[in-house]
């Protein structure tokens, strides 16, 4: 790179006035504009391998269904594919009434009469004509002054006004693009669209689409604002015009431009789905249409099945969509930060199923873009105890303690800090089980009987009698207490103090299970936690009892049973 890049490169300024009566800034979105798709056109030929036919109506009846009005298709004076292209979508009546098809063309009679007999017999058709206006196209392609630039749109309008007359059985529309409008002079932009305008003669009826693009995005997303909000409110005869906006990403922000030029008078946005597109591509309309919806805007589009979207133009662009592409990536509803993942889940917990959405770190609900929430919360060395005991609840049903989630979220660390990969759900569940629910050394439960009688001063209410194996050797013990618990407890015989005890339900009806998570301190160690799972709440509280006395075995601590009852 060069030491001082103002030497190479000038900041573009788009006019030399000072616009202060700008009023954008303190505007909203508050509808959706009409949109286009240039997904078949120039999309397509950004493509290192164009679309087949057979790809371009699958991607054509993707766009229908989405619930796009006006689809550009092609460019037949260009391409002959595309001109078979467009004829079979119109001899074959595949395109609905209510949908106008879009075909590109340079302001030439022959490439303008070629385009308007691939279009004949529509429903309904858009000629889009465009010429370059920008003084570095003027100077270094065409070697033309503005006179006759100008007089090129004029001229080419002429024409396909003419050339539409020829088919009345086609309702025609037309849209003009002053090209590389983002580089032109504001003054020439707003001649050489007037002049249009005055030469096609719309009506407030059947109005004419004046689409002013960013061919090359040269500018902040602001000053593209200033642009359009300055055309919108100096052309003559707005009230029969479509202002249209066609956004490239050469800068990265195309996104942010659409949205503050469609608050500076915008009403129209061509673009290509996931943001496909000459050399950085267009802008995305998938993520502006979502953008407005979780500002509460309904864009018109349906991105109810964004999967089935992605999957689709993955395949007929042959172009991975990015995994943390905005709202359609695989991750992007994915966390693995502990932080982020303990907050998601309190944020389901508490996410009631008609209220405002407003769970941390997900921005739109997934489900209503088809998503569901299996890989919303994955498990990695960078995950914590939020993300562990979601997993855990979400799959499994069993909802952990806090502590209990401190203290199992160290096993799978642990676990993830020595592979160095993710975990599962699977494999979650399988180290849950292995730490707490498949302990049974020393201690193993064989059966229990309990007994109890109406409690009086100075007596225990419960008896039990337990059948247990400690360490393979049955031992039959008695114990007695206020309650089933301690009774068990007493039984054992060991010094032992339960700090925490919850437990709760898994799944419905017959099926129905118990969870039970106890904390024990035995003697002076440090307290640990038992889990028990059983179709009864008792067995499922005594497994629990064990589980922790196994784990704290496991750790070295020396228990005593106590002594064997006959």
Not at 121 to 128: D, E, K, L, P, S
Not at 388 to 401: D, I, M, R
Request: charged share 25%.
């Amino acid at each position: 790179m060069i030491k001082n890049p103002a030497d190479k490169y000038v900041p573009f300024a788009p006019f030399a006035r000072d616009f202060s009566e700008r009023t954008w800034p303190s505007r909203r979105i508050t509808h959706p504009p009409v949109w286009m798709s240039t997904d078949l056109r120039d999309g397509n030929q950004a493509l290192i391998e164009p679309m087949s036919v057979e790809r371009k109506l699958r991607f054509f009846d993707q766009l229908v269904k989405i619930g796009f009005k006006e689809i550009e298709v092609g460019f037949p004076s260009a391409s002959q594919t595309d001109y078979d292209f467009l004829r079979k979508l119109i001899d074959e009546k595949r395109i609905p009434d209510d949908v106008a098809i879009i075909v590109l063309t340079q302001a030439r009679e022959d490439l303008i009469e070629r385009t308007v007999q691939a279009c004949a017999g529509a429903h309904q058709a858009i000629i889009h004509m465009y010429n370059a206006c920008a003084p570095a196209f003027r100077k270094i392609v065409f070697g033309m002054s503005r006179e006759e630039i100008r007089d090129i749109a004029v001229a080419g309008t002429k024409m396909v006004k003419a050339a539409v007359a020829r088919h009345p059985e086609t309702r025609w529309r037309y849209e003009y693009s002053p090209e590389v409008f983002s580089t032109t002079e504001l003054d020439f932009a707003l001649e050489v669209c007037n002049v249009v305008v005055d030469t096609w003669q719309p009506t407030v009826e059947d109005k004419i689409i004046l689409n002013l693009p960013a061919t090359i995005e040269s500018t902040t997303p602001n000053l593209y604002a200033d642009q359009i909000e300055w055309m919108h409110t100096h052309l003559a005869q707005r009230d029969k015009i479509v202002l249209s906006l066609h956004l490239h990403n050469d800068r990265g922000t195309a996104v942010a431009t659409a949205e503050l030029a469609l608050m500076a008078g915008g009403d129209r946005v061509e673009g290509c789905l996931f943001g496909n597109g000459e050399r950085t591509g267009n802008v995305d309309l998938v993520t502006l249409a979502l953008n407005m919806y979780t500002q509460g805007v309904h864009p018109g589009l349906d991105f109810s099945d964004l999967e089935e979207v992605r999957r689709c133009v993955e395949d007929c662009n042959q172009i991975p969509v990015h995994p943390r592409h905005p709202y359609a990536g695989d991750l992007v509803f994915t966390a693995f930060s502990g932080s982020h993942q303990d907050a998601i889940k309190k944020g389901f917990a508490q996410q009631k199923p008609d209220a405002v959405w407003e769970v941390p770190y997900l921005p739109i609900d997934p489900a209503d873009l088809g998503r569901n929430y299996d890989a919303v919360i994955r498990v990695n060395s960078q995950s914590g105890k939020g993300g562990v005991s979601y997993l855990l609840e979400h799959e499994q049903g069993l909802v952990l303690p806090r502590r209990l989630q401190i203290e199992f979220s160290r096993a799978i660390q642990q676990v993830t800090d020595e592979t160095g990969r993710e975990v599962t759900s699977k494999d979650v569940f399988e180290v849950f089980s292995r730490e707490y629910l498949e302990r049974e050394t020393p201690w193993k439960l064989i059966s229990h009987r309990i007994t109890g009688s109406p409690k009086t001063t100075g007596q225990k209410q419960f008896s039990i009698e337990i059948n247990v194996e400690i360490d393979g050797e049955p031992r039959h013990l008695v114990g007695h207490g206020d309650g089933a618990i301690s009774a068990f407890v007493d039984a054992l015989g060991f010094e032992t103090r339960i700090m925490d005890y919850q437990e709760h339900a898994i799944g419905t009806g017959t099926d129905t299970r118990a969870a039970s998570y106890i904390e024990m301190r035995i003697g002076d160690a440090a307290s640990g936690f038992g889990v028990g799972i059983h179709e009864d709440i008792v067995t499922s509280s005594f497994l629990a009892i064990l589980s922790a006395v196994n784990r704290q075995a496991a750790a070295g601590i020396v228990l005593t049973p106590k002594a064997i009852a006959a």
